[in-house]
């Protein structure tokens, strides 16, 4: 288990005017574990990819709700884990059209993956949806 602080918590609202905050922080969190550029870029796109399904996705029209970002700083890692109490979402029958072509709401979890050392996503417990991704740190 992670020391609480290596961890950071942060919560928006569901609106993409919001989501700028969350790369702010990962900035921030880069400065007490330097990242290369690339790196950072790469984590920054990861992060909107994921805020941004939150944002589109978990709510439906007109309902409020909050996209909860969790960064854990491990020596050998960054977990970033994005989390909503929306209505959650199947990614696998999302991500490929009938063609087999990758459609727009599965893009956003393409680019996810491909930067991104691991990739977990599930439902909350609490519902909704929660997506976690690892990226392992050179030393």
């Given at each position: 288990m992670a020391s609480e602080d290596r961890v950071v918590r942060l919560t928006i609202p569901a609106k993409a005017e919001y989501i700028t905050l969350g790369r702010l922080a990962l900035t921030a969190i880069s400065r007490v574990r330097p990242l290369s550029d690339e790196t950072l870029s790469d984590l920054k796109l990861a992060l909107t990819e994921a805020c941004t399904n939150s944002v589109r996705h978990a709510y439906s029209e007109g309902r409020e709700g909050t996209v909860e970002i969790v960064y854990q700083l491990e020596p050998d890692r960054l977990v970033v884990e994005v989390g909503d109490d929306g209505q959650g979402f199947q990614p696998e029958e999302q991500a490929v059209e009938g063609n087999g072509d990758l459609n727009e709401g599965g893009l956003g979890i393409a680019i996810i993956r491909a930067v991104?050392?691991?990739?977990?996503?599930?439902?909350?417990?609490?519902?909704?949806?929660?997506l976690r991704f690892v990226k392992f740190l050179g030393s």
């Amino acid at each position: 288990m992670a020391s609480e602080d290596r961890v950071v918590r942060l919560t928006i609202p569901a609106k993409a005017e919001y989501i700028t905050l969350g790369r702010l922080a990962l900035t921030a969190i880069s400065r007490v574990r330097p990242l290369s550029d690339e790196t950072l870029s790469d984590l920054k796109l990861a992060l909107t990819e994921a805020c941004t399904n939150s944002v589109r996705h978990a709510y439906s029209e007109g309902r409020e709700g909050t996209v909860e970002i969790v960064y854990q700083l491990e020596p050998d890692r960054l977990v970033v884990e994005v989390g909503d109490d929306g209505q959650g979402f199947q990614p696998e029958e999302q991500a490929v059209e009938g063609n087999g072509d990758l459609n727009e709401g599965g893009l956003g979890i393409a680019i996810i993956r491909a930067v991104a050392d691991e990739v977990e996503i599930s439902e909350r417990e609490s519902g909704g949806s929660r997506l976690r991704f690892v990226k392992f740190l050179g030393s």
